[in-house]
């Protein structure tokens, strides 16, 4: 699904808009990476500390 549009984000529960943030804030994190803008290490730190603030796994 995507829900980059604002029309089906309005419909998402809490549950599912907390979901979409961190999977949106990873994927920034794997840019990042991707783009040499920060180290592996400095990556898995971030995804590390993202993921146990938010209650996911980084498995996503």
Excluded: V
Aim: aromatic share 8%.
């Amino acid at each position: 699904m995507n829900f980059e549009n604002t029309e089906n984000w309005s419909e998402l529960s809490a549950e599912e808009k907390r979901e979409q943030l961190f999977l949106r804030q990873k994927r920034t994190l794997d840019l990042f990476l991707e783009k040499g803008a920060i180290s592996q290490a400095q990556h898995d730190k971030s995804l590390g500390d993202l993921s146990e603030k938010m209650g996911f796994s980084c498995e996503r």
